[in-house]
């Protein structure tokens, strides 16, 4: 965690003993925050790369077998003609 957000467990105590409640919630909004972020950040550079690259084989796969049974003509592209 950054030095400069403050944990929950380190907020200051005021001078009657209670927490500052706008404080912990500035401090809690803060924290969900980098949490949400951290997520983004692990489905970025994660999560996306593998999608990907499973899509990608997927799709190769799929267009080397219409290679194989059409050719490289028209009906690659443009499917199948049927009579």
Known sequence: ?????QSLDTLSVTSDGS???DEEDRIAEQEWQESLQQ???LFAIVLLPYLGKFL???????AYA?????????SFFLGEQRL
Not at 1 to 5: K, Q, Y
Not at 66 to 74: E, I
């Open 1 to 5: 965690m950054p030095e400069s957000v």
């Open 39 to 41: 997520l983004q950040q």
């Open 19 to 21: 927490y500052d409640s």
């Open 66 to 74: 219409r290679y194989v049974r059409l050719g490289l003509g028209k």
């Open 56 to 62: 990608g084989r997927r799709w190769s796969h799929w």
